[in-house]
């Protein structure tokens, strides 16, 4: 397997501002963390690696797999078969506190047939890879001799080294989210979920690297697809009560100099639902309705869902 590291963008680690206290409840408090150096992959990983993991190893992802009942005892019978979940927009106006309005569950959607079995990825290789599960995403970064990140690496690698801005793009402009009317992400254009107008051309995911980098020339750290990361949700972030080793094992690195008023890459423990923590939001992220294209916003996600807005990247510590 060919050296991926070149594809790969080093971050010495520090001290920076995690989560926000003006936006969901759920990015409160903000307080401040230290994360160790690492790197991360500049984009998300696309189609074609995911294929070349798949072509080495012959991985069956989670969406191709059909659950049993013995898993899901209360599924009705027609939804215990390989698929997952995919957007579709509804043809008249709908009640936005009710998402199945907009997702479905569709047979025979998955990574090689995004929208379901009559589409495919030809012409798509480096798009981002979706319908990936926690299990599918891991396998991927155990392959290529990486991991995910922990939530305070991905929100740090996604700030860019800027703080006290809205948004990823930098210190100047960087409270709006189209500077200039310059595009800067795969966001939402319109009236969400009824109509998109995709100014950029894209009504779904974009090739990798579509939209200007961040400060630390990384790519679609914001919109374009959700990104797996391996902390466990919970709803609050746990504020600056210091931690060794924030659950995952790792001490803090002794040349950050800000340690003592911060969480050493926290990291929450398993509560009783298995969830994970996905961040950057997606191209279904709008003003209207879902405004977390921001690098503090998070959501939870159940470990063995899979849709057509999550991906994943991963790291390599030092």
């Not at 160790?36 to 294929?51: C, K, Q």
């Not at 299990?135 to 740090?156: F, I, N, S, V």
């Not at 960087?174 to 009236?191: C, F, I, K, Q, S």
Request: with cysteine.
């Amino acid at each position: 397997m060919p050296d991926q590291r070149p594809e790969m963008v080093h971050l010495p680690g520090g001290a920076f501002t995690m989560g926000s206290d003006h936006h969901y409840p759920d990015e409160a408090p903000a307080h401040r963390v230290v994360v160790r150096g690492f790197r991360i992959d500049r984009y998300a990983v696309t189609n074609d690696d995911f294929a070349a993991f798949v072509a080495a190893t012959g991985h069956v992802t989670a969406a191709e797999i059909a659950p049993t009942a013995a898993e899901y005892p209360d599924a009705l019978p027609d939804l215990l078969v390989a698929g997952s979940s995919v957007f579709r927009s509804p043809d008249r106006p709908v009640d936005l506190g009710n998402a199945y309005n907009w997702w479905f569950f569709v047979p025979g959607a998955d990574w090689r047939h995004p929208y379901g079995p009559d589409s495919s990825i030809d012409g798509l290789g480096d798009h981002p890879a979706v319908h990936i599960g926690l299990a599918d995403a891991r396998a991927y970064a155990a392959w290529a001799g990486k991991e995910l990140p922990t939530e305070a690496e991905w929100e740090y690698a996604a700030r860019g080294g800027s703080e006290g801005t809205e948004f990823a793009w930098g210190r100047e402009r960087g409270d709006e989210l189209v500077p200039g009317g310059r595009l800067m992400a795969n966001t939402w254009h319109g009236d969400f979920p009824l109509t998109n107008r995709s100014p950029d051309g894209y009504r779904a995911t974009a090739p990798v690297g579509s939209y200007p980098a961040n400060g630390f020339g990384l790519y679609d750290m914001i919109g374009n697809v959700w990104e797996w990361t391996a902390d466990h949700y919970t709803g609050r972030h746990r504020g600056t009560t210091p931690s060794c080793c924030g659950g995952n094992g790792r001490a803090g690195d002794a040349r950050v100099t800000d340690a003592r008023a911060a969480s050493v890459d926290p990291a929450a423990a398993a509560p009783g639902i298995p969830r994970r923590v996905i961040k950057g939001g997606s191209f279904l992220c709008a003003p209207t309705y879902c405004r977390r294209y921001r690098p503090p916003a998070r959501m939870p996600q159940s470990e063995d869902t899979t849709t057509c807005h999550l991906g994943f990247r991963c790291v390599i510590r030092d």
